[in-house]
């Protein structure tokens, strides 16, 4: 079973909301409003690689 985390800076209200979860390959991201609509899977290394670009900023 996979476990989905929201993210931190996920609004409270509804509003834009974004989870992750881990798996041994690769990172996967989805929309909580449309979780339907599957998610996107990216490398673990290029999630690491994101990130620090993002802390960068």
């Known amino acids: ?31 909580t409003k449309n979780r339907h609509l599957g998610h996107l899977a990216v490398p673990s290394s290029e999630w690491v690689a994101f990130l620090a670009d993002i802390d960068s900023l």
């Open 1 to 31: 079973m996979e476990t989905w985390i929201k993210s931190s800076y996920s609004q409270g209200n509804g509003g834009n909301c974004v989870e992750v979860c881990e798996t041994p390959e690769n990172i996967k991201v989805r929309d």
